[in-house]
Structure formats: C-alpha cells, structure tokens
C-alpha cells in the first residue's frame, strides 16, 4: 500500500495485482489516462459518448438516432427517445440465450445452507410464469404494482415479470407500517399488491401478509393480493376472491412470456426516497437511460465482468438494491446476490462466510453496516476473501477510520475500496472512485462519473465556484442518462425541490469541497451544516474526528442557536461495547476535534446515547435537532425511522447531560 500525505489528506494506491494477476479478469478500464480521455469525451460531446455506449450495453428493439433531449432548466431531459427496448430482454433473454447455464442469482436465505442458485435459462422461465400469472390478474403496460417482500429470488422475478408486461413497480421496503404502506400505494394507486406470508431474518420471523391486510382497507385501487409462501409451517389467513397463493397461480402459466418492447422513456420503476430529511418523494426512472447508467456503472466502477459474482447486502427496498443487486448486475449478465439475512446472524462473520462460500468478486455495503462490525470486533473477520476485488460503500459518508478498516481488515491489502456518492433521484453512482485505477483517498468519494458535470455553488450567491480547493454546494450541470425525469404526480415538486434551488442546475441537496486534485468531499446535507461564527462546518468532518477515537462506534453532529456564536455543536456518541462516558473521556473526544478541525469546532456539549437511524441505516440528524430544541412534539414523520423507541433513550439521555 501506498500512502503519501496531501495536505490533511492521504492517498492509497488501488492493489497493482488488480492489473497484473492473470487468474482475475482484465480491468474494464486501463488506466487514469483512459478515464480522463472518456470523462472529458463524455462531456463535451455526450452524443458520441452515451451513443456509442448505449450501442454497446444495450439490445435495442429499434435503435436509436437522436441521444439526447430537452434540458435540465425545462425539466424535460429525455434520451434516445426514438428507439425502442425490452428491458426484461436486455435482463435476462439475452443470457438465457447466450449463456443458459450461468448463474443469475444466488440466493443466500437467513439460514446457512437453505439458499439456492438460479441460472439465467430458470430466471427466464420463472419470470414468464410470473408475468403471466400478473396478466392473468389483469396487470398491463403502465400500470403500478407494489411489491412488500423480503429479500428472496421471488421478489427479483416479481420485479422483472412487471417490467416484461411493461408495468411500473414500486416497491415498499418489508419493515414499514401498514400506515405508510398505505400512503405509497394510494400516492401511486397501485392495482395489485404482491407478498409474503412472512419474512426471515436474524433468525426471527416477521409477519409481512398481516402488515398488508391491515393496509388494503384503506386502498382503493388494489384489486388482489398474491402471497409467495415462504413459510410452509405458517397457517395464514386468505381472504377468498381477495387473495391468491402464488403457489396456486404461477404454475398454470407457460415458461415464455414474450417481453414488452417499450419506448426507452417508459417508466421502469418508482420508488421512494429514504425520508431522511422530510416526506418520501415517489421518484420515477425511466428504462433506457436508467439501464445503461446501471451497467456502466457496474462495468467501470465495481469492475464488473460477465463472469463475476456480485454481492450487495443491501435491500431492493431502497434504490441501492434497484441498481446494484438487480438491474446492474444483470445488465451486464453477471451472477448476483439475493442476502435474506442479516451480518449478525447467526454471528458477526456471516457476511464473510457468505464471501467465501460463493467466492463473491465484489462486496457492497453502507458504513451503518461497516461501523457495525467493526465494533463488533476483527475476529469476526475472517473465512477466505480472496475472490474479492473491489469494495463498495454507500448511503453516507464514509469516516477515513471506517474506509481504512475496510481496506486493511476486510480487503487485506488486496483490494480497491469505492466510496460511491449517489442518490435514489440519480440512478446510479455519479461521484466514485473506479476500482482498478482511481487513488483513493479515504474519506472523499473521488471523482465524477462519465457524464456527470458535477459543480460546486456558492449558497450565498448562487454562482458556480470554478476551480479546485473550493466549497459550496454539489450540484449537476446538464442531464445524465439515468437521472429520475420526475416525482410521481408531483412534476412541480420535483421542479421545486432539484431544479428551482439553481436554475440551470440539478441540486444535490449534499455540500461538498473539492479539493487541490478536484477530488470531492461530500460534506453531508446542506440542511445539516452547521454555521459557527461564519465557519460552515460539515456534520461529516466532525464525526469523522469523534469517530476516528478508539470507544467511538458512532457519531452524529448538530448545531443548536447559541446567543454568542450563531450555532453551537452539540455531538451524539455511540460508544463502542466496553467504553464508558467519564471525563477524561469527554476531554480527549473534544481534543481530536480541535487538533483535526479546529478550535472553533469543538462540541459544546456531549451526548451519550443511541442514534435515531432511517430503515435504510442513515443517521436522521432532523430529529435530533428537534429533540435538542425541546420541540419534542414537532418531530415529523417518524415513519421511516428504524427503531422508534429510541427517541425516548435520546430524549432522556438529553434531559440527564449538562
Ligand atoms: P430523502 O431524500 O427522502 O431525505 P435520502 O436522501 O436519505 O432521503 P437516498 O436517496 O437513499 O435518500 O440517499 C441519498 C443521500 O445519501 C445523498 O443525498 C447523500 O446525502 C447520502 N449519500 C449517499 N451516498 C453517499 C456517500 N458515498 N457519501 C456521502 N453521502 C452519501
Ligand atoms: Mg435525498
């Protein structure tokens, strides 16, 4: 490894044996060179650029002439609106066709051993089978299906049967209320609803069909249920004329289905955004553009090749398991991980048994999950890793003490470490280092992808800041193929919240700093800086500093009004297992802050307690803000909170520090 220091940061070379070991495949892309060349083409002349890349991951049905359309300022981007595509074709056919044999999923259940894999010619038949079993209930183009399941090889053939018939699903994480099952449903009115009788996970069973009962009433627009029985043990209730086994329907139907052939500005999908900030926004992707940001994405930045395996432990209730375990993955007909379980069960080293056994090429996770573990200690870490070759985190901002432990710990040494800065309204990664070629440096998610004019603004005034070593706000100039193209029924929001905040410009909502070498340092949400006496610090920066101290598992950074100085910081700590909160303690978290930021960024005050977490794992800070104010009964919409009760351990914890 090398590292060499660059001002406060440093550098680490990605693993020469990813260019020279003969046994793993040749990198997608060569060298810095090459990416330079690519990244400049791509934004200067985007028409060659995406055309010809779209000619080259894509099957098209008709092929295109015209690239790209309309504009970020009008809302209107579109691309390749005169050609024609199956998406299901371009998932699965093609390498149904090509390479039956292969593997398409490995499905890995919550138990050890109860997984099993699915090649591409069964993935084909079995998504027939479903398609015409959803037919058969009277689904059809354009219509939305919404989807509350766990993460088993069922729900990827729910998801890819929809898009064969050309409809739109929308899929609603397995762990929300029967409350906000219902608003996404009537948000979208969905016609039909497909579940399980019950979840596995950790060990545990969770009914999942009892949640959507609950929900129904109060959905006018469904018309059925289909249950995929998961427990054969379980004695669930089925309404008559309401609710259908899949069992029951999905055999009666024929192992081809023909595939819709749609246009490439056919929505593919909604989905929901993780609420961390406000109320979810049901952002809409379109089927070209989102498809070949998908593949390219994988193919550039994960390094991926046919023949690999992928494993994301994410969830397709959220946008990451949309493009990474599902559509990327199976673009570009490589084998793909369907992980129903948790990294704690049966104990902490799950994850790399799973690595092991599957001998998984590339590994994709959120630093909730990094932290986790590493909290959990490295002894956990352990079985073969040696078919690994790139790292991936996702969701928030990755403290360098985390990346590091990844690196080191995790990918011994052996592998490129991606930080991949995304969103759900972006499809796929736009800033991210690329696995074999990109210098890492713990802590900045590096540089933008093909395509993505990423600039940075000055919030005070709105113009674009040129150059290098400057701070503002991230936002987009011109449009990306998989950019989201609007808000469900909600084109003015989607106006008013991306587009209005900087005309001309998609905002991000994310403040970055991009640094001597253009590398970009995500900062965290604007809504969240904190601004002391003029400084704007980033919530990301702090945290990394508390985080970096040996007891800290988790950090979460607020400002609070303070008369003096505008705001103040006010710091959450989750300590590792065998710390404990004592003074000396509270004086050596306040030093690493002051000698890596500064003086003006040590906390006021320190709060030890649990941290309120999105079902997708990211810190809400919103609500610890409220709860700081003593606006305890203006919290907002809890529904997307993981743990509830843990606003009561943080409102207590607060009453109990001085
Ligand atoms: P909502 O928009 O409803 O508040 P959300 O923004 O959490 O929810 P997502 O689309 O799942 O919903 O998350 C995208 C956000 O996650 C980004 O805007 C950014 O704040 C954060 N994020 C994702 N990846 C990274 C990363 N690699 N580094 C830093 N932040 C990240
Ligand atoms: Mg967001």
């Given at each position: 490894?090398?590292?060499?220091?660059?001002?406060?940061?440093?550098?680490?070379?990605?693993?020469?044996?990813?260019?020279?070991?003969?046994?793993?495949?040749?990198?997608?892309?060569?060298?810095?060179?090459?990416?330079?060349?690519?990244?400049?083409?791509?934004?200067?002349?985007?028409?060659?650029?995406?055309?010809?890349?779209?000619?080259?991951?894509?099957?098209?049905?008709?092929?295109?002439?015209?690239?790209?359309?309309?504009?970020?300022?009008?809302?209107?981007?579109?691309?390749?609106?005169?050609?024609?595509?199956?998406?299901?074709?371009?998932?699965?056919?093609?390498?149904?066709?090509?390479?039956?044999?292969?593997?398409?999923?490995?499905?890995?259940?919550?138990?050890?051993?109860?997984?099993?894999?699915?090649?591409?010619?069964?993935?084909?038949?079995?998504?027939?089978q479903c398609a015409g079993a959803l037919a058969s209930l009277g689904v059809t183009k354009g219509d939305r299906v919404a989807i509350y399941m766990p993460m088993i090889p069922e729900t990827v053939i729910t998801m890819l049967a929809i898009?064969?018939?050309?409809?739109?699903?929308?899929?609603?994480?397995?762990?929300?209320?029967?409350?906000?099952?219902?608003?996404?449903?009537?948000?979208?009115?969905?016609?039909?609803?497909?579940?399980?009788?019950?979840?596995?996970?950790?060990?545990?069973?969770?009914?999942?069909?009892?949640?959507?009962?609950?929900?129904?009433?109060?959905?006018?627009?469904?018309?059925?249920?289909?249950?995929?029985?998961?427990?054969?043990?379980?004695?669930?209730?089925?309404?008559?004329?309401?609710?259908?086994?899949?069992?029951?329907?999905?055999?009666?139907?024929?192992?081809?289905?023909?595939?819709?052939?749609?246009?490439?500005?056919?929505?593919?999908?909604?989905?929901?955004?993780?609420?961390?900030?406000?109320?979810?926004k049901g952002v809409v992707h379109t089927t070209g553009g989102y498809l070949l940001g998908a593949a390219a994405t994988c193919k550039y930045i994960f390094d991926l090749h046919p023949t690999d395996r992928m494993g994301c432990a994410g969830d397709v209730g959220w946008i990451t398991g949309h493009t990474y375990i599902v559509y990327g993955p199976l673009m570009m007909g490589s084998a793909t991980l369907v992980f129903e379980g948790t990294p704690a069960y049966?104990?902490?080293?799950?994850?790399?048994?799973?690595?092991?056994?599957?001998?998984?090429?590339?590994?994709?996770?959120?630093?909730?999950?990094?932290?986790?573990?590493?909290?959990?200690?490295?002894?956990?870490?352990?079985?073969?890793?040696?078919?690994?070759?790139?790292?991936?985190?996702?969701?928030?901002?990755?403290?360098?003490?985390?990346?590091?432990?990844?690196?080191?710990?995790?990918?011994?040494?052996?592998?490129?470490?991606?930080?991949?800065?995304?969103?759900?309204?972006?499809?796929?990664?736009?800033?991210?280092?690329?696995?074999?070629?990109?210098?890492?440096?713990?802590?900045?998610?590096?540089?933008?992808?093909?395509?993505?004019?990423?600039?940075?603004?000055?919030?005070?005034?709105?113009?674009?800041?040129?150059?290098?070593?400057?701070?503002?706000?991230?936002?987009?100039?011109?449009?990306?193929?998989?950019?989201?193209?609007?808000?469900?029924?909600?084109?003015?929001?989607?106006?008013?919240?991306?587009?209005?905040?900087?005309?001309?410009?998609?905002?991000?909502?994310?403040?970055?700093?991009?640094?001597?070498?253009?590398?970009?340092?995500?900062?965290?949400?604007?809504?969240?800086?904190?601004?002391?006496?003029?400084?704007?610090?980033?919530?990301?920066?702090?945290?990394?500093?508390?985080?970096?101290?040996?007891?800290?598992?988790?950090?979460?950074?607020?400002?609070?009004?303070?008369?003096?100085?505008?705001?103040?910081?006010?710091?959450?700590?989750?300590?590792?297992?065998?710390?404990?909160?004592?003074?000396?303690?509270?004086?050596?978290?306040?030093?690493?802050?002051?000698?890596?930021?500064?003086?003006?960024?040590?906390?006021?005050?320190?709060?030890?307690?649990?941290?309120?977490?999105?079902?997708?794992?990211?810190?809400?800070?919103?609500?610890?803000?409220?709860?700081?104010?003593?606006?305890?009964?203006?919290?907002?919409?809890?529904?997307?909170?993981?743990?509830?009760?843990?606003?009561?351990?943080?409102?207590?914890?607060?009453?109990?520090?001085?």
């Amino acid at each position: 490894m090398t590292q060499h220091a660059s001002n406060y940061s440093f550098v680490v070379d990605p693993p020469a044996r990813l260019h020279k070991d003969a046994s793993i495949p040749k990198p997608n892309i060569s060298s810095m060179e090459e990416y330079k060349a690519m990244y400049e083409q791509s934004i200067h002349d985007p028409t060659t650029f995406w055309g010809k890349m779209a000619r080259e991951i894509i099957h098209w049905e008709k092929p295109f002439e015209t690239v790209k359309q309309g504009s970020i300022e009008n809302a209107d981007a579109a691309w390749f609106t005169d050609g024609l595509i199956s998406p299901c074709y371009n998932l699965v056919d093609r390498h149904a066709i090509e390479r039956p044999n292969d593997i398409a999923l490995i499905y890995e259940a919550d138990e050890l051993n109860e997984g099993r894999n699915i090649t591409y010619r069964q993935l084909l038949a079995d998504v027939s089978q479903c398609a015409g079993a959803l037919a058969s209930l009277g689904v059809t183009k354009g219509d939305r299906v919404a989807i509350y399941m766990p993460m088993i090889p069922e729900t990827v053939i729910t998801m890819l049967a929809i898009i064969r018939l050309g409809a739109i699903h929308s899929i609603i994480f397995a762990g929300f209320s029967s409350e906000s099952v219902t608003d996404r449903i009537n948000d979208s009115s969905c016609k039909l609803i497909i579940t399980c009788d019950e979840s596995h996970r950790g060990g545990k069973r969770i009914p999942l069909k009892s949640v959507v009962n609950r929900a129904y009433p109060n959905c006018p627009t469904l018309t059925n249920v289909l249950v995929f029985q998961r427990s054969p043990d379980a004695s669930t209730a089925m309404e008559e004329g309401r609710d259908i086994w899949w069992h029951d329907l999905v055999p009666k139907f024929p192992k081809y289905c023909p595939p819709a052939v749609v246009n490439p500005e056919h929505p593919l999908f909604l989905l929901y955004t993780s609420g961390s900030t406000g109320k979810p926004k049901g952002v809409v992707h379109t089927t070209g553009g989102y498809l070949l940001g998908a593949a390219a994405t994988c193919k550039y930045i994960f390094d991926l090749h046919p023949t690999d395996r992928m494993g994301c432990a994410g969830d397709v209730g959220w946008i990451t398991g949309h493009t990474y375990i599902v559509y990327g993955p199976l673009m570009m007909g490589s084998a793909t991980l369907v992980f129903e379980g948790t990294p704690a069960y049966p104990d902490y080293s799950r994850y790399w048994n799973i690595v092991e056994r599957h001998k998984l090429t590339q590994w994709y996770i959120a630093p909730t999950a990094i932290r986790l573990l590493q909290r959990a200690g490295d002894e956990y870490v352990k079985y073969d890793r040696s078919s690994l070759r790139v790292l991936g985190s996702v969701g928030e901002p990755i403290a360098p003490e985390s990346f590091m432990w990844y690196y080191n710990v995790v990918g011994q040494g052996r592998c490129a470490v991606t930080d991949t800065y995304w969103q759900t309204e972006t499809g796929s990664h736009i800033v991210s280092s690329m696995g074999p070629i990109t210098p890492m440096k713990p802590g900045s998610a590096t540089l933008p992808f093909f395509g993505i004019d990423a600039v940075i603004i000055d919030p005070l005034n709105g113009k674009v800041i040129e150059g290098n070593k400057v701070e503002g706000v991230l936002a987009i100039r011109s449009s990306w193929p998989s950019a989201a193209r609007t808000v469900w029924k909600g084109h003015d929001r989607f106006i008013d919240t991306y587009l209005k905040p900087y005309p001309g410009f998609y905002f991000t909502g994310d403040g970055a700093y991009r640094d001597e070498d253009g590398y970009i340092w995500i900062r965290g949400r604007v809504d969240d800086v904190v601004n002391i006496s003029g400084h704007r610090l980033s919530t990301a920066e702090i945290e990394a500093a508390l985080i970096s101290h040996d007891s800290v598992a988790e950090s979460a950074v607020v400002g609070v009004p303070d008369e003096l100085t505008g705001q103040a910081i006010n710091a959450f700590i989750l300590l590792k297992p065998n710390a404990v909160a004592n003074v000396d303690l509270e004086k050596q978290l306040i030093m690493s802050v002051r000698s890596t930021i500064g003086p003006f960024a040590a906390p006021r005050k320190l709060i030890f307690s649990d941290l309120p977490k999105t079902r997708s794992g990211k810190i809400m800070r919103r609500i610890l803000r409220k709860i700081l104010a003593g606006e305890t009964d203006q919290i907002g919409d809890l529904s997307t909170l993981a743990e509830p009760k843990v606003v009561e351990h943080i409102i207590h914890a607060v009453h109990h520090t001085h």
